[in-house]
């Protein structure tokens, strides 16, 4: 199997890797000039060979692209509330495997977890490497990004970036099939989901002012690190893209 790595994008006909990856390219995997590796960046797919190493970087020229089969043609970013221990770092693995293109971590009024400026930093940077390992485990075509924490005010101010925006919430909704068949056209999803103790009624609020719409995804109370994955998966097999 080819050797894959990713890069934040691509410019030209020549590709550098980083340090590490070059390091893991030319002593871990005994490259030589001549041996193929394929380069991920922004969705795309870049069939490369070695071609020169200079100050410890190895280079690469392109041979051949094409859009990367591991990215899904509709866009899904969720705003997930912060939660306890590990059950984040579980949404952003499994999230990434199935095709989520963006994470945002919020602070709602029901997260018990409490991070300042520097534990945040901390943990984005770590979130961020999960996201890179699972990519890379799962042949995504990019590495989702992972952005700094959000507060709630700040997470719903986003929702005019996208064609639908979806707040599943255990107090009630429309049912989320229902939602999507009345937007057939949308290519761009906003999901906002909490954390253990769930969403407000007044965070809901805010986000249907936003012109988000609160759905149900059905009579079953879904955990704080089920549900987004179970509203995620749905969007994408009701647009084609679980196969």
Known sequence: MTTRFFLDRVEGERVALSRADSHHLLRVLRAVP?????????????DCVLEEVADGLAWG????????????????????????????????????????????????????????????????????????????????GAVPRVTHLHTWQQAVARIPEFDLALVP??????????????????????LFTGPEGGLSAEEVGLAREAGAIPVTLGPRILRTETAPLAAAAAILYARGEMG
């Open 34 to 46: 001549g041996t193929p590796f394929i380069v991920l960046a922004q969705g795309m797919h870049y």
């Open 61 to 140: 020229r392109i041979t051949a692209s094409r859009p990367a089969a591991g990215e899904p043609r509709i866009r899904i970013v969720l705003f997930q509330g912060l939660a306890k221990g590990e059950k984040l770092e579980r949404v952003i693995q499994h999230g990434t495997e199935l095709g989520i293109a963006e994470f945002t971590p919020v602070a709602t009024s029901r997260s018990v977890v409490k991070l300042d400026a520097q534990k945040a930093a901390e943990r984005t940077e770590r979130w961020q490497r999960i996201a890179r390992e699972a990519a890379e485990q799962s042949r995504r």
């Open 169 to 190: 919430w255990e107090e009630g909704g429309v049912p989320l099939k229902a939602a999507l068949e009345a937007c057939p056209e949308a290519v761009s999803f906003a």
